[in-house]
């Protein structure tokens, strides 16, 4: 990528009382997010995560080749790339891991060389998107987005069949990973 490109980039705005839009894909856009043991290690990761960097997890879709988060930091003093590097690193240390144990001729795919420096990657490099959400209105929008995109993909007819996602939980159903209530002020869309 050139510098040109580089500063095209959307920046992250740590601003106490906006919520995130976190949009970030797996590396080559492999499918590794098909297996329940990477949706488990995801979820678990989410979970320590939620809990060391003090935010709120609203809504989620984890896809074959890509994750869709909108959190709320309920902390003063964050910081999105520590965020997503919280929730992010274990995960791909995890399946890097469990690539090199159990299928090792896998791995030239997730290595790359840069410079005199050999990485193995699970996810895209870069931190993904982060879009702000300052509305109600915006976030109730990506809310929708984020549990209809299984279905523009035309992975299932109705999103609460999606068992990664909380589609079901906000149709009364369940989840395999627990979302964060949203408060009231946050609900209220002017006609």
């Known amino acids: 990528m050139s510098l ?12 106490l009382g906006h919520a995130h839009e976190l949009t970030f894909s797996t590396y080559q856009r ?15 990761a989410l979970d320590v995560a939620r809990q060391r960097q003090n935010f709120l ?15 709320y930091p309920t902390s003063e003093q ?29 791995l030239p795919r997730l ?16 931190g993904g ?7 109600p209105k915006t976030l109730l929008r990506m809310i929708d987005y984020l549990h209809e995109n299984p279905v523009r ?7 609460v069949d999606w068992r990664w996602s909380s589609a079901s939980p906000y149709c009364g159903g369940a989840s395999p990973l627990l979302i964060d ?3 009231p002020e946050w609900l209220e869309v002017d006609a």
């Not at 040109?4 to 601003?15: D, E």
């Not at 998107?129 to 509305?135: A, V």
């Open 4 to 15: 040109t490109n580089r500063s095209c980039r959307r920046k992250s705005f740590n601003i």
């Open 30 to 44: 492999y499918p590794f997010f098909k297996s329940e043991r990477c949706c488990q290690w995801l979820a678990e």
């Open 57 to 71: 997890l609203w809504a989620y879709v984890f896809m074959p080749d890509h994750i869709h988060l909108i959190i």
């Open 78 to 106: 964050h910081d999105m790339g520590r965020i997503l590097e919280t929730i992010k690193r274990p995960v791909g240390v995890k399946a890097i891991n469990y690539v090199a144990k159990s299928s090792p001729a896998w």
């Open 111 to 126: 290595t790359r060389q840069r410079g005199s420096c050999t990485e193995r990657l699970f996810w895209q490099s870069g």
């Open 129 to 135: 998107y982060d879009r702000n959400i300052t509305s």
């Open 153 to 159: 993909k035309n992975l299932i007819l109705n999103c």
């Open 181 to 183: 209530p949203i408060p």
